[in-house]
């Protein structure tokens, strides 16, 4: 299935440089592209591969059109060449394996639980008792559905996702293989030298249009709900602690920790394996730098890192004077040196 | 279901100051909660919210015996809010999703297994040949269970658990969604450029009333045994290599990492995302800070962080001149331009 | 079932210091070892267990072949001792359960795919249209392969393991449980406030001998291929983004995050805990030090540590200098006030 470059950039939002009849019918890397695909440039770092790319015809900005070394390649040009791309992929990709249609007569479903209408349902599932699967969702081989759990519209489980506490998921939500949402917070009160376990009576509330990795653990609160805003992206091995808030549209990079009771707001981003104590509050719009260790509240379009972060440009200030230490400590000692000489000559 | 406040404040080993006739019927966070409700006040960051809250009754140290803004709102006072809490709750509580006594058809479970009595094993879970599970141990769906692993009595093996290499797993422990016990610990000897696999053929062996949260990793031993000590508590994603040993009491925040060999004490905090080197010990009733990369062995009750880690106190006084540092470059230049001046006028 | 030593010293390719026609039935650490089983001493850290061990026999490097502590206990001297002893324990250790030959009637295979000779698939698993596996391979329960994922000869896949996007896993290699293979690469392309999924069309390759450990989580490429060169081995709960490519025996340790798109080469450790952000290459033969926080590409052979990740070197002496930075402050307070003196003396 092809389509020709002006029909793929009316889709996508774009205009034809070059040739518009030209017809592709896949896409891919910059490097790996063969005639036929379609390929991008969005990070300048790539840009050295322009020149060569064996793709038929290529997305980029404005900034690339007059380009003389592209040989009167057709482009389509975009403002936001990576977000055309994906629009394309989407006219272009070729759909990863599905779950066919129906209840795979293999799943395990209580009896009270609620189906919706066009539903798929894989081999090996297990859904509890009131659970209910809203229309369109998809819920792929091995996936636990505990009892009262409500899952919204074409909604996407991947395979071996446990879902428990009674969580309510979203519409056009996609949980990644392998991830709990629901499981205990991990809440102990001491008694002498023992721990005794707070039971864990919450829940997880995940909203619309949430994208949740692989292998994350999403704790169900203590009492009252664990949340994640709409549309927030979350990327894999993500610890979420109980009563958790995440605000909407936030992203949370891979191995990121938010320790319980924490409220993250609107639009944030935190960088990969950044850790976040409990009890804080990190403003609408702000930036964790990667591994990050977040030990205070962040105002809103704050951005940190380090550890204990701090604003970026101090932390980047006294990383630079970190550097320059050992030269320092030279001119103390050179300074002392002086010092020694003119108390002598005095 | 209601319990009076006398009967609650009883069961928790609290005071009923006020109204001990009320009647509570669940249990909620302070800004949750709702007539009806009782809730807690344990950590002073809440203490604004308690003059607003719906509950009908608080538990709270007796620090607040006294207040005037609670306009006459029934009281639990205990010695320890949370501790009290958490026993409410116990009596409160909604149970989670149960499974239903009795094996699921769809289990798999060899002939030659021991299944004790009152045992709940749920859909779709496999059991291996001469395993051994305890009277009264629960065994969600989805669960592997390994040849020849041993699971003590009211134990709880959530959904989608594996656990393998002839484990042995106490009485009354819990083991969250995702986590692998006994997965080959991760040991190579150098063959030239080849890395050759070091065959791992020990065991792990988790203690009475252990709680191991959800996608945890605890690696069997290459020989011997890892071991987890009783009463201790592991968040979620934690790494534990082979051979490790964790003695009683302890606990391990999300996303720790403790390589191979090394062995904690009794009574240890590791915080969240820390990490271990193989083959160093921690002693008895030591504190690691989040994030803090431990390179040595720590002696009993010490308090560490930063990287490498050091005691807490000197930690924290280099981490207060790194922040003056800037300033420091200031001083040596004004004292080398002072004494330019100086040797100038000798 | 036993050998004698010389058996053993010819199988691992050793010499026996002493009584040769001793038998070993079994391989235990030096600590737990008993009287039949052979043990080894590789860290120097484990010498003083040495004149104690009750086992029958060690395996020790040249140096320890004259010592008198030992009593006459007979050796196996080896050039690399652990080596040795993991050859040994593939002759002398208890191999893990095992799945039966066939396969298992539970599982749900579709009628196009390839299943090869002497292919073992456990209960519960799944196998998706036009999926091959290949000859000798086994299949753990609970295991997920998805459509047109394609897995080598005498490859292991242990319990709860998911395989997707039509990955290509090749001979002799091991994934352990929990892992996630070929999960969506978290790709979003930001449209005003909101952040709208990239498709992820691309696959993962990974080559021959590879082990891959638990709760692993392996991304699928945009485009393209992830790619795992042959003989690499992964620890647990490692993050691999989308498009990265590691390349030939490597050692990733527990727990290190890569970012989209790096390329990691040939014979690189990356220690526990490390990070390294996207769109960078690390050098054949380099070594990330455990937690460090990788920024920018790293040349064959060198040594980073810290954060930012520079040469270990630096880095070492930027820490020593750290730890006399108090001293720093006092010294410069006391130049500032000599200068005091001078300056009032002039």
């Known amino acids: 299935m092809g389509f ?3 029909e793929v950039a009316r889709q996508v939002g774009g205009t034809v440089v070059g040739d518009g009849s030209v017809v592709v019918s896949g896409v891919a890397g910059i490097r790996e592209a063969e005639p036929g695909q379609l390929t991008f440039l969005s990070n300048p770092k790539y840009e050295r591969y322009l020149p060569m790319t064996r793709a038929s015809a290529i997305i980029v900005s404005g900034d690339y059109a ?3 070394d592209l040989n009167g390649k057709p482009l389509i040009v975009a403002e936001n060449p990576y977000g055309a791309f994906a629009r394309a992929m989407e006219m272009l990709g070729d759909p990863a394996d599905a779950v066919e249609k129906g209840i795979h007569p293999s799943a395990v479903i209580a009896e009270s639980a609620t189906i919706g209408e066009g539903v798929s349902i894989g081999p090996q599932v297990v859904i509890g008792k009131e659970a209910v699967i809203g229309d369109g969702t998809v819920v792929y081989p091995g996936v636990y559905i505990g009892a009262g759990v409500q899952v919204g519209r074409d909604t996407i489980i991947r395979p071996n996702v446990t879902l428990k506490a009674a969580s309510r998921i979203g519409d056009r939500v996609i949980v990644h293989s392998g991830s709990v949402i629901g499981s205990d917070g991990f809440g102990f009160a001491r008694e002498g030298d023992c721990h005794r376990k707070v039971p864990q009576i919450g829940t ?9 990795g692989a292998n994350v653990c999403i704790d169900r609160a203590t009492v009252g709900a664990t949340r ?9 091995l993500v610890q979420i602690a109980h009563n958790v808030v995440v605000g ?3 992203i949370v990079v891979a191995q990121v920790g938010i320790s319980g009771s924490t409220e993250v707001g609107r639009g944030v981003v935190l960088g990969g394996q950044a850790g976040l104590v409990g009890h804080i509050t990190i ?7 990667a591994q990050a260790g977040v030990t205070r ?7 940190v890192s380090g550890y204990p972060a701090q604003k970026h440009s101090v932390a980047k200030r006294l990383l630079a004077c970190l550097q320059r230490l050992p030269d320092l400590f030279r001119r103390v000692k050179d300074v002392e040196a002086r010092l020694d000489r003119l108390e002598e000559d005095d």
Chains 1, 2, 3 share one sequence.
């Open 297 to 303: 509240s962040i105002d809103a379009r704050e951005r």
């Open 248 to 250: 909407e549209g936030s």
């Open 4 to 6: 020709t470059l002006e």
């Open 228 to 236: 994640i805003g709409n549309g927030t992206k979350i990327d894999n």
């Open 204 to 212: 997880v509330i995940v909203g619309d249009d949430v994208e949740i």
């Open 66 to 68: 007059g380009r003389q």
């Open 283 to 289: 403003g609408d719009g702000a930036m964790v730098a």
